[in-house]
């Protein structure tokens, strides 16, 4: 089996030396706050939304979240945002996708301020992610990946690196980071022609389609690093991954779990926006 890329290694590293900065910026008398703003009530957002209150609270950051009703118009919505955007005690405003039919994201994603914008909901963020400008947030799945790589001393430099999966949230944003890194980058997805032929090439690969299990052996060189974005349920309920992981891992050289690997990592990356975010606004 190869070695296995432990998400939850990766957040409690990436805890301690986040609670050593907010530290520091408590004895500057400086805050750092996090709101979170949810229209109606989603089962899985109120899963994520209770993992990151308790991540920021581990490391020290102040959470809030703001509960809207379903109903709630997008002009209202809006204004929520502006009063968010202009409270100078907020530094990261995370805003719950997907919103409810009558609120826009079209619309209301350019309302958040890029500076508070800490999951690249803002066309502006997305835009300097996707040219590799400094100074924006990059949305924090992709993030948790690079976090992971960097942990574990895995240099994309020069590697054949093979994504399945063309999401905004995901895919895309991450190919521009890695590219970032220099790495080579082949994007695929569900409609690839002979799939199988591109992600056999990959040194990383990485599966972020949505497709429970779709990742096989046959699929995977000897001795790659797989990493697995998917968050899928089984048959009997059980969580698993884009990658058939009792299958590949025997051939992959590393490899992330699910759970226990990247979604572990994403809600301190969320907190270590929070952090950057707090910083250049004091």
Do not use: W
């Not at 990766?10 to 008398?29: I, N, P, Y």
């Not at 958040?112 to 999951?119: L, R």
């Not at 799945?141 to 054949?160: C, F, N, Q, R, W």
């Amino acid at each position: 089996m190869g070695n296995i890329l432990n998400g939850k290694e990766v957040a409690e590293a990436l805890k301690q030396k986040l609670k050593v900065e907010v530290d520091e910026l408590r004895k500057k008398g400086v805050v750092p706050t996090l709101s979170i703003v949810i229209v109606g009530d989603r089962a899985d957002s109120a899963a994520y939304i209770k993992g990151a209150v308790k991540r920021c609270g581990e490391i020290g950051i102040e959470c809030n979240v703001t509960e809207l009703p379903q109903d709630l118009s997008q002009n209202e919505f809006i204004e929520v945002i502006h009063r968010q955007n202009a409270d100078k005690k907020i530094h990261g405003i995370m805003i719950m996708r997907p919103l409810p039919s009558q609120i826009s994201e079209d619309v209301v994603k350019y309302e958040i301020s890029p500076a508070k914008d800490v999951d690249c909901f803002n066309p502006i963020n997305v835009s300097k992610v996707m040219s590799g400008e400094e100074g924006g947030f990059a949305p924090c799945t992709p993030s948790a990946v690079m976090e992971i790589l960097h942990h574990y001393g895995i240099d994309p430099k020069g590697k054949k690196t093979v994504i399945v999966g063309r999401s905004m949230v995901v895919g895309r944003p991450l190919a521009m980071m890695l590219l970032k890194e220099n790495a080579t980058i082949t994007i695929c997805h569900t409609r690839t022609i002979n799939l199988a032929e591109e992600t056999s090439r990959a040194e990383i690969l990485i599966a972020a389609a949505g497709k429970i299990k779709m990742i096989k052996k046959d699929m995977v060189k000897e001795g790659a690093v797989v990493i697995d974005v998917g968050i899928n349920f089984d048959e009997n309920g059980r969580m698993c991954g884009d990658v058939d992981f009792d299958e590949v891992s025997p051939a992959a050289g590393m490899i992330t779990p699910v759970p226990g690997g990247v979604g572990a990592v994403t809600s301190t990356v969320l907190a270590k926006h929070v952090i950057e975010a707090c910083k250049m606004q004091s």
